[in-house]
């Protein structure tokens, strides 16, 4: 039978199915972060268990922390009791921590590729939406809740109720400018927040064989704002070359062993999805959001829809969106002023999102009336944004480094951006006081970013 890659990594880690019901799936890979896994490692404390597998199981500290003196204890008490409990679970239980000052400590998804613990034909799990930012290697990469991290943990396996399969193609070429991040912005205002739910995506086309590691986990971190369980891309000579040599990859032998596996992860021929979709890359333009949904996505150059234009079930949250966004129906936003920008997070807080960031800000100077959060996801992407002398660069147009974390992504922290403020910012969620009480998110790629650290306004790059 043809089979999808979907089918291919699920069926070779089902232990066993419950008739008409869900299956229990073996685990390779789990992640831990300090906000999801408390309870799950209390539970274990109460029923006397200990972690089956120690050695599958990677944790760090990034929603919690802040993004400056770090070699500080953590000033706010919440955060520092989560970070805390962590530091102690990692411990009591043996586990790998990337804790506050570990040269590797990052955001989990950043982190995990990294490291090479992300190998393709893997299922990966974590307490974490974004986790589907590891399919970017062929692996069937999902997030889970709390009671199912316990489950990891204390037997390597969860129960799971088989999704359905969905094909994205991106054919043709992308237009010089538009990165993964409007590639994601446009499917999801295409497909809208709820067009992918209860599915798994394969992304594939000639747009997606030629993006790079980063830009492919760009894509797959996305896959969950537009409700799909998960989303994955056949690996290829871009992933085994971006793996080789890291930290958990296979060495030798393993390596060769690993690699027979590797090339046969690919959807065969003819195998059926159950729904399937094709985008023409070149129609793509940097996309902005206008609204409180990572759908309410438009071209930069576009316009905000007319109310005549959304349908009747839809109206009373688009104006309740443009009210709490400050924007009105029709209304464009090229040239309209912003106060904040944030370049970061498991969307796009990699090298290569520096690199673009930086290249672009060369030679210019930032705008008096931005205050920009430059916030790498992990040390190990400092370190080599230093390496590359990137640092000296944006330092001279103006702008700060900060230390690794999550940071104004979700605002846990005290990276928050003040009521009112417009925030571009190239994280995956937009919501009503996502990047703190009464704050103003428009998504944007890192180029589109970069574009409004220097003018103040929204600027096609
Ligand atoms: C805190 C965590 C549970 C949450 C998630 O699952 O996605 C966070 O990472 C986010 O991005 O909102
Ligand atoms: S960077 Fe943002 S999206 Fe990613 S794990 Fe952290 S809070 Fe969630």
């Known amino acids: 039978m043809n089979k999808t890659l979907f089918d291919k990594i699920w069926d070779a880690h089902v232990v066993t199915t419950v008739k008409d019901g869900p299956s229990q799936l073996y685990i390779d890979r789990h992640l831990c972060h300090e906000v999801t896994s408390p ?6 404390r109460e029923r006397g268990l200990k972690v ?3 050695g599958q199981t990677l944790l760090t500290a990034d929603h919690n922390i802040p993004t400056v003196e770090q070699d500080k204890p953590i000033r706010d008490e919440v955060s520092r009791y989560q970070v805390d409990t962590l530091a102690k679970n990692a411990r009591e239980f043996g586990l790998t921590y990337y804790g506050l000052r570990h040269s590797k400590n990052g955001i989990v998804h950043v982190i995990g590729p990294e490291n090479g613990f992300t190998q393709p034909g893997m299922t990966i799990v974590c307490g974490d ?5 590891h399919g970017a290697f062929g692996a069937i990469a999902f997030g889970i809740g709390t009671s199912e991290v316990e489950m990891v943990l204390s037997s390597q396996c969860i129960l799971q109720t088989r999704p359905k399969t969905m094909r994205v193609n991106f054919e043709g070429k992308l237009n010089d400018g538009v990165s993964a991040k409007d590639m994601a912005l446009y499917m999801i205002w295409q497909l809208t927040t709820g067009g992918a739910t209860g599915y798994f995506v394969e992304y594939a086309g000639e747009a997606v064989r030629n993006l790079t590691m980063e830009q492919r986990m760009t894509l797959c971190n996305l896959s969950i704002e537009m409700g799909a369980r998960g989303g994955l891309i056949a690996p290829d000579e871009t992933t085994y070359n971006y793996i080789q040599g890291r930290e958990f990859a296979p060495k030798g032998e393993r390596w060769d062993e690993a690699m027979a596996y590797w090339k046969t992860l690919k959807s065969d021929e003819g195998a059926a999805f159950d729904k399937e979709v094709t985008f023409d890359a070149s129609q793509i333009k940097p996309m902005i959001t206008y609204g409180t949904n990572p759908g309410m996505g438009m071209p930069i150059d576009g316009a905000i829809p007319e109310l005549s234009a959304i349908d009747e079930a839809g109206k009373i949250s688009f104006e309740k969106s443009l009210k709490y966004m400050g924007f009105e129906p029709g209304q464009k936003l090229e040239g309209k002023p912003i106060d904040y920008v944030f370049l970061g ?11 673009v960031f930086t290249h672009y800000v060369k030679g210019k100077k930032k705008a008096g009336n931005v205050t920009a959060w430059l916030v790498p996801g992990s040390w190990q992407v400092r370190q080599q944004i230093e390496a590359e002398g990137l640092d000296k660069i944006l330092e001279e147009a103006g702008f700060e480094l900060r230390q690794p974390g999550c940071s104004a992504c979700l605002a846990m922290n005290d990276d928050k951006v003040p009521a009112g403020k417009y925030a571009v910012s190239t994280s995956n969620r937009n919501f009503e006081g996502r990047q703190g009480p009464g704050a103003r998110t428009i998504l944007a790629s890192p180029l589109v970013a970069a574009a409004a650290a220097v003018t103040g306004k929204i600027t096609a790059p």
């Open 129 to 133: 939406s974004h986790t589907s930012t």
């Open 39 to 44: 309870q799950a490692f209390s539970g274990l």
């Open 52 to 54: 089956f597998r120690p």
């Open 345 to 355: 997070s498991c969307t796009n807080g990699r090298i290569e999102d520096f690199r």
